[in-house]
């Protein structure tokens, strides 16, 4: 795995902190089982296709828990 691998694995994995704190086990399972499956992949466009998806993925899991209704409440809304 490249070190650009890992360090998008970490930020993804971060991000689900802004995830209520319910779902968390659910999405970093899904996490790390995406990133290991494709943990042989060598072409460089096949990756950057990937990298891209994976952030907007993890953008659009975000913003449907933020967009959800008001009584959810996410890890750092609950920090404030």
Do not use: C, G
């Not at 070190?3 to 993804?12: D, F, G």
């Not at 072409?43 to 907007?56: G, K, N, P, V, Y």
């Not at 449907?64 to 809304?77: C, G, V």
């Amino acid at each position: 795995m490249t070190q650009a691998a890992v360090h998008l694995y970490r930020k993804l994995f971060r991000r689900t902190r802004e995830l209520p704190r319910a779902s968390w086990d659910y999405y970093r399972r899904h996490l790390r089982e995406n990133f290991v499956s494709h943990s042989e992949e060598s072409q460089s466009d096949r990756l950057q296709t990937i990298f891209a998806r994976a952030e907007r993925d993890a953008e659009w899991v975000v913003n449907k828990y933020i967009n959800k209704t008001p009584q959810t409440q996410t890890a750092r809304e609950s920090q404030l």
